[in-house]
């Protein structure tokens, strides 16, 4: 395999290793690439398959034997909910899931902001497929650049003028970390407050207007616009043979050009850190997948490889392809309690578990930092996490766990250090892992979004 990482927006142009970029081929350092430009790169979406439903069409075929999983954070195998769509009864609904609430992750608006067509002929082929007549694609309102240049690819699309392609029309959501969670965004297309909903019916069988809706994020479906060009061999052409393909992924911390990048699935993570321009500065440990991932010792960072087969021994997952190295100047436990309080403060509020739950993790998180906690601090956050995993309606505690969990394993003897001792200097400095500003953490977010 070869290890690989290619690069955009604030790295340099790298070497490109053989197959890669894919998703941000030709991408420019500024704005989209037209219609036209798409297709010089790319060539014409193959012919649709006419607007019928199709239990089995030809395309979910290629998208099962090219091995793709979604890349919205699940990794669920994107042929099997097409089937599962396809065979639900009513016609179809396609949503394009760009809303990317994940505060380290900058994937998705990057693919909408540069690379829009490409997620669209992604939206229309899965719809045709499905026999949908309606593709909605999803952007969080604050990824300003990202919503228009969607909108300008929809309407230069409709300019173009294929009476044959279903409609697609730009929903903007709320900028919150649950908008992007499935039954939420179905919820608020259907009107409601973009919280998630207790399951059954799920998305694919009731959703956006009571029909069958497909759910992707809009990376996977990128990807499935380019397995219906090239084909399955193609696309495992990289990667690995249980994880094919190429995952875009938001590298952040000190590395010289922090930003998005292409890699080859199973690549190492130091060729993607070479790709970066390299570390700048210590680094103390790696989040991996994000505020739902898991942390991962430096000492642990040489070898590791960047696929779920290979994290799973680090009890990590990619995610939805975030990894943030954070500096031997932070303090860990001062940012795991600043994100902690964020975590709990994104609660939908329907889940006595969740709500209560996540709020006292964080309190006894942020006592401790501060060193002010009661004795048996350890044992109360052993607890308290035993009591909140798998009691939501939706996976946003069990990820909110994971990351709290992971990092007082790590930041084992930093914890120990802020009970006995209270705040360090590090304390003090600015949080290095992002938290989206005030007004985006209000519940009031998950209401009508305006592109302001
Ligand atoms: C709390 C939470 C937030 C989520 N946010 C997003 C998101 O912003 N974008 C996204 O594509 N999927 C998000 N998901 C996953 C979606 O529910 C869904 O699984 C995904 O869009 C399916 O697309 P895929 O099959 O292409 O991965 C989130 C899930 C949870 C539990
Ligand atoms: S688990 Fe938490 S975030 Fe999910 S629906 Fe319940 S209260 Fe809301």
Redesign the pocket.
């Known amino acids: 395999m070869s290890s690989a990482a290619s690069a955009y927006a604030q790295a340099p142009p790298p070497s490109q290793p053989a197959g890669l970029p894919r998703l941000l081929a030709g991408v420019p350092a500024h704005g989209a690439l037209s219609l036209q430009e798409h297709l010089e790169i790319h060539g014409e979406a193959p012919r649709k398959p006419r607007r019928r439903r199709r239990s089995e069409s030809p395309l979910i075929a290629r998208i099962e034997a090219a091995g793709l ?10 042929a099997r ?1 097409l089937r599962s769509v396809a065979s639900a009864g009513r016609r179809p609904v396609v ?1 394009v ?6 505060p380290a ?1 900058l994937k ?1 608006r990057t693919l909408m902001r540069a690379r829009p067509h490409l997620v669209l002929d992604g939206g229309e082929l899965a719809a045709s497929s499905l026999g949908a007549e309606e593709v909605i694609v999803c952007v ?1 309102a604050g990824a300003r650049a990202s919503a228009e240049q969607a909108a300008a690819a929809i309407a230069e699309r409709s300019r173009a003028g294929d009476s044959s392609s279903p409609r697609i029309r730009l929903q903007l959501v709320p900028n919150h ?9 179905v919820s608020y297309l259907n009107g409601r407050r973009a919280l ?1 909903t207790f399951t059954p019916p799920l998305p694919f069988e009731q959703g956006v207007g009571r029909a069958p809706t497909l ?7 990128a990807h499935l616009a380019l397995i219906a060009r090239h084909g399955p061999e193609w696309f495992r052409e990289l990667g690995t043979p249980s994880e094919p393909g190429s995952a875009l992924v938001t590298l952040s911390g000190p590395v010289a050009h922090p930003g998005v990048y292409e890699i080859e699935l199973g690549a190492p993570l130091s060729s993607l850190i070479d790709a970066a321009g390299g570390a700048t500065d210590g680094v103390r440990a790696a989040l991996v997948g994000g505020y ?1 991932g898991s942390w991962i010792d430096a000492g642990r960072l040489p070898s590791l490889a960047l696929s779920d087969e290979y994290l799973a021994q680090h009890r990590a997952r990619l995610g ?1 392809g975030v990894v943030l190295l954070l500096s031997e100047h932070a303090c860990p436990a001062a940012e795991t309690a600043r994100v902690a309080r964020w975590l709990a403060s ?1 609660s939908s509020g329907q889940c006595g578990p969740c709500v209560n739950g996540l709020q006292a993790l964080a309190m006894t998180l942020t006592e401790t930092a501060r060193g002010v906690a009661r004795a048996k601090a350890e044992e109360r956050i052993a607890r308290l996490a035993s009591l909140v995993q798998g009691r939501g309606a ?3 505690p ?2 909110a766990v994971e990351f709290i969990l992971s990092a007082v394993q790590i930041f084992g003897s930093e914890f120990a250090d802020h009970a006995r001792l209270g705040t360090c200097e590090a304390c003090a400095l600015a949080g290095e892992l992002p938290i989206p500003d005030a007004a985006a953490r209000a519940h009031g977010g998950l209401r009508r979004a305006r592109l302001a």
């Open positions: 999983l979604g890349r919205g954070g699940g990794a669920f195998p994107t909910k949503v899931n760009a809303a990317e609430g994940e992750s998705d969080c970390y649950l908008s992007g969670q499935e039954s939420a965004l998630p759910v992707s994020n809009a990376e996977t479906l739902a939805a994104q939706c996976a946003h069990d990820g």
